[in-house]
């Protein structure tokens, strides 16, 4: 397995990014420049970047071990999707955490405001969810390190009562005799999770969603819960683009910072208002199967002018067994099925026409520099050429420079290619349910 030589990363790949900055606190001192959120754009801060909310109270990796993490958290979150694709159980509450604790942590968060008073909380936001949850206060197993719930000090909290439409759509839901209120477990891998279900008036950016429904965690077993709260942007039932479609009409964008920036300025932004009018966009396919992943139709893949030659069925959408690509916020390294990416690495490998090396979960690697042919991503109706930045990751040194995506591993027998972080960045990305649609306008948030 291709994890097996990843410790490697951290001799070769230190990054800028923590290592140079000093921020000393998280509240934008310290040279964090981080825009405040203002109508319905908020400001995304990256979970491990310079500014994050999270450095003091968690302790952060140094870059290449997050690297190094990321790449094995890829796998993990490979899996996860792969098995929502194929499974088509339905339920719309799905834990994405799995494995290491602190690098369960989606990589965007944003901040938010619960209850009245209003209690500031952190959000990590998750295109590839529906599951909403807060750790609320009394939790055991909870992580510190973001800030907890207190419903009980929140005047315009309500348990959601058992019986409820909401309560049908949870996992496993449960009735205390005697709250009479919607309970219910869910379990990942090595952690099971037991919430009870509320709702309260959140508050996100300028905007009010009055009586959003979420799980208000009470006690997590195992060691993989994010330390903040989770917003899940899938379409299913009871996630926040439901809830909240009379005021956003399930349409939301996106852009993510490089992963490389110090004044992060990527923004997630809800709603059709202020979205890009001139954008190129592809049709978003619906998996009955699996509602929440943001299925697109990637046709093929161009390397410099030459479009590769990638067997049709890697890349075919079918809902019955889950195949296709998919747009995700939670994953840094896009991963393709294994003849799509061979097919591409290995146009890649010969416009380059330099000896490779490899690194950890990087199969194309050049010590020195090297021209590096573009890569399109070609979808129905629309074409993606990717920035260098978007497809290559050097050293600090600069001395090494690795292509940026992956085979999924083998042996997983998957079927999702996964269009990832790394590969969106920099680009504003519209997710635009009503009309069936995603769009990529270059935006340079940084
Ligand atoms: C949920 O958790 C409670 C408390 O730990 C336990 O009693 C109950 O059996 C669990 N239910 C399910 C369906 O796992
Ligand atoms: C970040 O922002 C600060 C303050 O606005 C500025 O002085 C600094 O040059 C910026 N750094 C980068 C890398 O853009
Ligand atoms: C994907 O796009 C191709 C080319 O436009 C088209 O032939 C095919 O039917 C599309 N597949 C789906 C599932 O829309």
Redesign the pocket.
């Known amino acids: 397995m291709a994890t097996s030589s990843l410790p490697l990363l951290s001799l070769f790949l230190f990054f800028t990014l923590l290592h140079t900055t000093s921020c000393t606190t998280s509240t934008g001192s310290g040279g964090c420049a981080t825009s405040p959120d203002t109508g319905s754009t908020l400001s995304i801060i990256h979970a491990f970047g310079p500014c994050s909310p999270l450095r003091l109270a968690v302790p952060f990796p140094s870059w290449a071990d997050f690297l190094t993490d990321q790449t094995e958290r890829d796998t993990t979150r490979l899996l996860f999707l792969n098995s929502l694709a194929s499974t088509g159980t339905g339920k719309s509450f799905v834990p994405v955490a799995s494995g290491k604790q602190l690098l369960q942590i989606p990589n965007y968060i944003v901040r938010g405001r619960l209850g009245t008073p209003a209690q500031n909380l952190l959000l990590a936001f998750d295109t590839s969810n529906d599951a909403a949850w807060i750790p609320c206060n009394g939790c055991t197993g909870c992580p510190g390190g973001s800030p907890w719930f207190n419903p009980a000090t929140s005047t315009s909290y309500h348990p959601v009562p058992c019986g409820s439409y909401q309560c049908n759509q949870v996992p496993?839901p449960?009735c205390y005799p005697r709250a009479k209120s919607c309970s219910f477990?869910f379990s990942y891998t090595a952690s099971?999770f037991?919430a009870g279900l509320g709702q309260d008036s959140l508050s996100l950016a300028s905007d009010t969603v009055s009586s959003y429904t979420f799980g208000c965690l009470q006690?997590v077993a195992g060691n993989s819960i994010p330390p903040q709260g989770l917003l899940g942007l899938g379409r299913g039932p009871l996630s926040f683009l439901t809830q909240t479609k009379a005021i956003y009409g399930s349409t939301f964008s996106y852009c993510l910072p490089s992963f490389k920036s110090l004044n992060f300025s990527g923004t997630l932004r809800l709603g059709t208002s202020g979205q890009p009018k001139r954008i190129k966009t592809t049709p978003l396919l619906m998996n009955p199967h699996r509602s929440s992943l943001y299925y697109v139709n990637m046709t093929g893949i161009k390397v410099g002018r030459r479009t590769v030659a990638i067997p049709p069925s890697s890349l075919a959408f079918d809902p019955a067994t889950g195949a296709g690509t998919v747009i995700d916020s939670g994953t840094m390294f896009t991963q393709l099925v294994r003849p799509a990416y061979e097919a591409m690495r290995d146009e890649f490998r010969r416009q380059v026409k330099a000896p490779v090396t490899s690194l950890g979960g990087f199969d194309t690697c050049y010590n020195g520099p090297v021209t590096i042919p573009a890569i399109t991503l070609l979808f129905d109706g629309m074409q993606v050429t990717l920035p260098e930045d978007n497809v290559i990751i050097h050293s600090t040194y600069g001395t090494l420079s690795c292509l940026a995506m992956a085979a999924a591993p083998e042996g997983m027998n998957a079927v999702l290619n996964v269009i990832a972080n790394m590969q969106q960045q920099n680009h504003r990305i519209l997710f635009d349910v009503p009309n069936s649609r995603v769009g990529f306008a270059r935006e340079l948030c940084t």
């Open positions: 496993n449960t477990n099971s037991e006690k």
